[in-house]
């Protein structure tokens, strides 16, 4: 392959988007040709400093309220907006399959269809990650120091969480706070990908199993749930399954490194 | 299936049942801030882009019936990106209604194009700003890509072009960017 035809395809080859055949061409050019290498380096960085920089535009706490309360009142029959915020009607409260609850510009939502489908964890879980990003309560300690944030939780819990850097593997830490799940406080760690933001619940499960699960679906947020060490994972975002089950498997050998030391 | 309204407002309600609110609540609503990054991206005003997003919305809730796949980020980002370029050709005129087309945003070097008139330009610092002075649609599948992370096969889907378009356009625009975030603006060799 040429170097012209190569440059042409580099940006196919860096996403991984390339036929296997072509790949390997271009990786054998690459391999004696400086200019092409150097002309890849400079497309990564651009690529890299496009995710690192831009900034991600989430959508504001009252745009997310119009619209769930648009998918709501249209599931519950159509009500006017003076009917939505005024008092509560009595006939459609039990039409309703579900019940949004509007609270100074928070809100919470149980589907209470889901519950037939879903295990009551996940969906507690997918709730507290929900709320961690709209309430502004995304963490109680925000640092990107493994030895900042653990120390952090002493005296706060009866147990202490193992809290692993994975930045290096590209899912950097942002810090933790505390949150509360089943009736008792849990650490809840938060990593990041990209813009994609993850939380990671854990707490001493001592009866159970290692184990490990592979992505379930709740609110389109996945789910993954994991025993190691006499600890329980819950670890729950919108990054898309295949990287999240990376996250998880990098979480535990990480955590497992850290009590081997 | 139901078949695009022109206002989102008028015409007969059609309600989600209470399993299909569980349906979307699951496949779509969690694109919601994916859906506004794009159409802050597409639309550059912050105001604009919340309503592009919410009329979006209220498409998308009237068109569930219509929503086969499980890709319910595509098929939001579909709509949400669709309203965007409907908005951005009503806009007045300022050069950004201007049709996009491959073939003029993808000339060559050696032809006076984009290219130039970043290179005229002293490089910029950040990378929003590079981003800005790029053509709408390489700023949307720069944006579906990197900050997405979405394959070629789904950029396809949204944007309703082929994945070769796709792919040069994502080159072209990675390009553009490295030229606009170029210290001294030199010109990037082949």
Redo the contacts between chains.
Sequence with gaps: MQCEEVLERLSAFLDDEIDPVESREIQRHLDRCPSCTEALGRMKGVAARLRAEAPYYRASDSLRARVSQAAWSDASGGLTTSRRTGATPRGWLAAAATVVVVVGGTWLFTAVQSQKSFGSMEREVVSSHIRSLMASHLMDVASTDQHTVKPWFNGKLDFSPPVTDLSTSGYPLLGGRLDYLRGRPVAALVYQRRKHLINVFTWPDEAGADSEASPRTQQGYHVIHETHGGMAYWIVSDLNPEELSAFSRLLVTGVAKGQAR | MTHERKSETAGP?R????????R??????????A???LA??LLRD?HD??DA??DA??RA?RHFDGFRGVD?RAWLLSIVRNICFTRLRGRPSTGENVEFDEAIHTVEEEAPGPEVDLERQAATE???EG?DRLAVEFREV??L???E?L??KEIAHVSGVPIGTV?SR??RA??Q??LA?SPSGPKE??
Excluded: T
């Excluded at chain 2, 309600?15 to 569980?22: M, P, V």
């Excluded at chain 2, 979307?24 to 801030?33: K, T």
């Design positions: 309600q309600h989600l049942s209470g399993r299909e609110l569980d979307f609540n699951e496949s779509v609503l969690p694109y919601l801030d859906a506004h990054n802050r991206y912050a882009a919340e997003v919410q919305f209220l809730i319910g950040s990378v929003w981003l720069l944006v890509r990197e900050l992370g394959s070629y792919m994502l080159a990675r390009k960017l490295l975030l060799k082949r």
